[in-house]
């Protein structure tokens, strides 16, 4: 919102002398946001001077009309000046650029000879001084002295400030706000603007007929005025600070409702009384109901929407925007006003609905001030009289449904004990009076309690929470000390946290880069991962009110939105990717239904059972790790042509995973969705299933636009044990005893499985065990392979003798021999 400091100190008694700098620090202390300082004294530079027009000489002989004029400046002698314009005559007073200023845009003014005459100066438009948007011509003066400064007459001696209203702020949306909250910080006085209007008597007869039908409006009242000109053109302080403050001045009756709603804070609509027919009704919409805006756009209505009604149907869409078939236009005698208080929760959904977010829609949402509506009104009725003419109709229409503000309990030393902060009763009772609130004191059972009461235009203050926020912002956030609080002894990282950071370090030592993604998909994305009807990863828990209503589910899986990320990063061109992310699922408690919802209350602790109840609803969430990989594995370059990404990629992530996590991980043949079939490895610990690894299914890539043999893995981390303190290894400085064993097995036999046979065969003297070769050959039989494993053997005690070596070999294919029936290669 962008508000004059002129327009600011009619209202806070700004002190003489205040300085930009010093303004901006008052707004900032009061928790408002200072996105920007327009000074508009530094617009122009130079001589800008009231001119008086002495005489005009029409040049004839060139093809536009120009016009060579002599103007007076305050000099002994009028300047000659060239200009094209010609809505001004002889007398008038004008603003003269002289040699020497800059306009907006970087122009220079200087002396030159132009048309065959002498030009020394210019007269200026409004745009050309940009103070305004209009360009019709010379921008004519109704009153100056002719020599002064131009500056302060056209409204160039200001300062504006941009601000960004948090929504707690709801009320400085408006001049009367911010004047409230400055007057406050720099201890000076505050006039209510609305003090300028007396509220009138409703009268038993009505402005126009008028039904209120629904809950949503709390608050609807009228005023009429008749015989006005509502397209006359709106005085020049009233034009000039709308331009200010971002508006184009569009005619008397629309100028008055955005002035007042800038100033108070509180939306206005006209209507053209004449283009109503039937009584005016404000309720609920028909679904299917239709409502061409101001915006030129026809818009479907909800049920959920509340209109303004004639017998014509939908007038104006309540507290967004208003509709074509009753706006004010150039015929417009008679008006209607109409200020209103809506339901916020009902105009926020509105606006988001249609997606159409408007001056009125804003500040209905955040609660405009209920109990000025009327004062509103008549205040705009009393300035379309003054400079539209017309007569005030005696009928005032104001059906009210306001409830009673509810007083807040407050101990008297909440403050205190929240802020960190010696309030004492006074100064609590005197920061609450400042935020506008009724204070009463009561001493209740358990301590001095205060009863508060907040103001109307602060429905933003419900409980003492509230309270406790506007005491320590009104008292000063500079009066707040700044300490480091003392670290809470503790025992560092779980073994959970710590295998965590291990689990991640070490992908990313591995090439990875960890992303973190939001945990909710689309309910799509179970049919494009190609999940089974049955498969329990389709039971998703939805989100009630979710951010993005076309991902309302919780991810079973984390590759659910971790493909996401990666589809972001091919859109952008990356095609070689490595990514991980580690992170929680949500699956449905055991029992769970959505008929078990409760709704917890929030103004008063929940008991004992509800909270238990609530607590066996809560979803149980595993903690997973899932990783994506696509493109190339080692990119083609001097040293070879590359290596695209395979599934044997993302089965050695997983043991990445395995070994930082400190367990062993085996792996079988698997068949699992969303992975190829046939590519597809089962990951076990301690024989338990953990996760899965291996190439997508070619169905799954292109259903999610992946390229093609695209790998991907997922663990469950929370089923994978954290293992107890391994005690230090033992190093032994002997030599190792290198033995090449290689062994035939059936072709389905998986190599992992032989090479854990040998392993726990040939026992503790073997160090190291890795297969080198897989040898297929006629000579072998049909269905059988030839693995080829190096075993290193070392004693902590003594060198091993190459018999030792032998038998050690030995027992260990005896091993594998027992279990699949593997026999020594000759």
Known sequence: ???????????????????????????????????????????????????????????????????????????????????????????????????????????????????????????????????????????????????????????????????????????????????????????????????????????????????VETDGCTRFTLRAVRGVDANAESPAWMAGRLTQAGMRPLGLAVDVTNYLMLELGHPLHAFDLDRLSGDLVVRRANAGEKLTTLDDVERALDAEDMVICDDSGPLSLAGVMGGESSEVSSETRNVLIEAAHWDPVSIARTSRRHKLTSEASKRYERGADAAISLLAAQRAADLLVEYGGGTLAEEVADVDHRAPVEAIELPVGLPARTIGVDYDRATVVAMLEAAGCTVENSTAEGGDVLHVTPATWRPDLTDPADLVEEVARLHGYAHIPSSIPRAIAGTGLTPHQRRRRRVARALADNGFIETYTFPFVSRERADELGLDEKDPQRDAIAVLNPLDDTAPLLRTTVLASLVGAVKTNLARGTRDLAVFEEGLVFEPAEGWSERDLVDLPVSRRPGDEAITAAIRRLPVQPRHLAAILCGTAVPAGVEGSGRQVDWADAVEAAEIVAEAAGVTLATAQGEAAPWHPGRCAELRVDGEVVGHAGELHPEVCESLGLPRRTAAMELDLTAIPVPDLAPAPVISHYPATLIDVAVVVAEAVPAGEVGAALREGAGELLDGLRLFDVYRDAKLGEGRKSLAFKMELRAVDRTLTNEEGVAIRDAAVAAAAERFGATIRE
């Open 1 to 211: 919102m962008r508000i004059p400091v002129s327009w600011l100190s009619e209202y806070a008694a700004l002190p003489e002398g205040l300085s930009t700098a010093e303004l901006d620090a008052a707004l900032v202390d009061a928790g408002l946001e200072v996105e920007a300082v327009d000074d508009l004294r530094e617009r122009v530079t130079g001589p800008l001077v009231v001119g008086r027009v002495a005489s005009i000489e029409e040049l004839t002989e060139f093809k536009k009309p120009i016009r060579h004029c002599q103007v007076e400046v305050g000099e002994d002698e009028p300047r000659s000046i060239i200009c094209g314009a010609r809505n001004f005559a002889e007398g008038d007073l004008v603003v003269v650029a002289l040699p020497g200023a800059v306009l907006p845009g970087d122009f220079a003014i200087a002396s030159r000879k132009t048309y065959g005459r002498l030009s020394d100066g210019m007269i200026c438009s409004a745009r050309e001084l940009g103070v305004s948007e209009d360009h019709e011509g010379i921008m004519v003066l109704p009153e100056g002295t002719v020599g002064e400064d131009a500056r302060p007459v056209v409204g160039l001696d200001d300062v504006v400030f941009e601000l960004a209203i948090t929504p707690d702020m709801g009320y400085c949306f408006s001049v009367r706000g911010v004047a409230r909250e400055v007057a406050h910080r720099l201890g000076v006085a505050f006039t209510d603007p609305v003090a300028k209007a007396a509220e009138p008597k409703p009268t038993a007869a009505s402005p126009y007929p008028l039904r």
